[in-house]
């Protein structure tokens, strides 16, 4: 069983291989497999990549304590934010036309609508997450229900075994759009990439993602 402060040294290099971001802004800590984030990022997209990272190393949970503070040059007033969003949001062929919706308070920005893809959620978040100014991010927008949603569960399990050496760990179920996904899996990383499988699988409106971490 790996120690705490080896642990936290595994979390700090896997942080330190993320070229954009400042290991030394962020803190971390480490206790019976419970690691924490801590100090200040410049931006909500060094957050992610953080979060992305710890997500990297096996850990038993991640409590998150990281604060953007955006440095003077980087500060824009919540109208500039949201003509960027859009501006940004407008420019990608895969969106429809004002399928987005677009809320901004305090450099915090809340998307909202309706799209037909999950991939096309992930894009718009990936596009809003690196603008200038943005230190927070709620995205709320919502996949459309398709009529046939009939074989989600059995096309998701199929996808698994396609994408991971073991996936029997990994249950699945659906009830309409709605996918629930059980069982455990080796790493943070690991459960987040079986949530992509399912969210990737046509159909999918909702993922429960229930597994626990080995």
Do not use: C
Request: proline share 1%; hydrophobic share 40%.
């Amino acid at each position: 069983m790996i120690n705490d402060s080896e642990q936290r040294q595994t979390v700090l290099d896997e942080v330190s291989r993320q070229t954009s971001i400042a290991a030394a802004r962020v803190g971390v800590t480490a206790k019976e497999g419970v690691v924490t984030l801590a100090r200040h990022v410049e931006s909500s997209g060094e957050s992610h990549e953080g979060e992305m990272a710890v997500g990297r190393v096996s850990v038993r949970a991640v409590v998150k304590n990281v604060e953007v503070r955006l440095l003077f040059h980087n500060k824009k007033g919540d109208d500039e934010i949201a003509a960027a969003v859009l501006g940004r949001i407008g420019r990608l062929s895969s969106i429809p036309m004002d399928a987005v919706k677009v809320e901004v308070e305090k450099g915090r920005v809340a998307l909202s609508g309706q799209v037909e893809w999950h991939y096309q959620r992930d894009i718009v978040l990936r596009e809003v997450r690196g603008l200038s100014g943005v230190i927070g991010i709620f995205n709320n927008i919502s996949v459309k229900l398709r009529i046939d949603t009939t074989g989600i569960a059995e096309d998701i399990t199929l996808a698994l075994h396609r994408a991971r050496s073991d996936p029997k760990t990994i249950t699945v179920s659906a009830n309409g759009g709605k996918v629930i996904l059980g069982g455990t899996a080796k790493s943070w990383y690991d459960r987040g990439e079986a949530a992509r499988v399912a969210w990737s699988a046509p159909g999918v409106t909702f993922v429960e993602n229930n597994i626990a971490v080995n």
